[in-house]
């Protein structure tokens, strides 16, 4: 009976707290921006056989990170779903390895292929929020990305060099969740995304490299912060 004596008014008060932004939600239209960090990789499906080009023994994919940043648009439908137009811009990198024979087949060495990219990134999303906790709810969301690469060496001669060049233009598919807090003059919305490319982005050209590749899938972790109702 004493504990509940004394944490009936404390509990009193949690739940009389002013709310933080009670009317953001109940906007029709509002913006923000973001601005994060990414590990890009690629789903890697080499050729049946591989060995048969030439002296190529495996073929790996190591993810690196990045950054990205860019702006919010948010189209409230009820009080628990949305629509996010998200459009930023997102750098990264990805490394292929390859594992080749040497001279016999007891000595291997690596090569090295990195994979740079600049993205125009567009997606849109339908995000799924708790109800609202004081100043705290959660949320999941699932939608889809059109990218645009804008250091795609696509049509770019390479001179002999061997590049593993990937196309300009894909399509993915993203889930992701996530938690609002309301603070005094914006929302902070830390997230965590997964990201799966569609087409195969292989552009494919005569050369070892390229050759023992089957597919490539683009592949992204994105960890996101949102200020939202700042714009």
Not at 23 to 29: A, G, M, P, T
Not at 127 to 142: E, G, I, M, P, T
Not at 158 to 166: E, N, Q, T
Request: aromatic share 12%; with cysteine; hydrophobic share 40%.
């Amino acid at each position: 009976m004493l504990v509940l004596g004394i944490m009936t008014p404390v509990l009193g008060q949690i739940a009389t707290k002013p709310l933080a932004l009670p009317h953001l939600d109940r906007k029709l239209l509002y913006f923000g921006f973001h601005i994060g960090v990414n590990t890009m990789n690629f789903a890697v499906r080499p050729m049946d056989n591989p060995g048969v080009v030439d002296s190529v023994y495996a073929i790996e994919s190591s993810p690196q990170s990045g950054f990205s940043l860019g702006l919010m648009t948010n189209l409230r439908l009820t009080d628990v779903l949305c629509v996010r137009f998200t459009p930023g811009l997102s750098f990264g990198q990805r490394t292929l390895n390859y594992t080749m024979r040497g001279v016999n087949d007891t000595e291997f060495y690596n090569v090295a292929k990195p994979v740079e990219s600049t993205h125009l990134d567009f997606p849109i999303a339908l995000r799924l929020k708790s109800a609202r906790l004081n100043d705290f709810r959660v949320y999941v969301d699932a939608g889809m990305k059109y990218t645009y690469d804008l250091a795609s060496k696509q049509n770019i001669d390479d001179k002999g060099a061997s590049f593993v060049k990937i196309k300009k233009n894909d399509i993915s598919f993203e889930m992701g969740t996530g938690l609002d807090i309301y603070l005094r003059y914006f929302k902070f919305s830390p997230a965590v995304k997964v990201s799966w490319g569609i087409p195969n982005m292989l552009v494919r050209e005569d050369h070892t490299f390229s050759n023992s590749l089957n597919r490539l899938h683009t592949r992204a972790v994105m960890f996101t912060f949102f200020f939202e109702g700042s714009l």
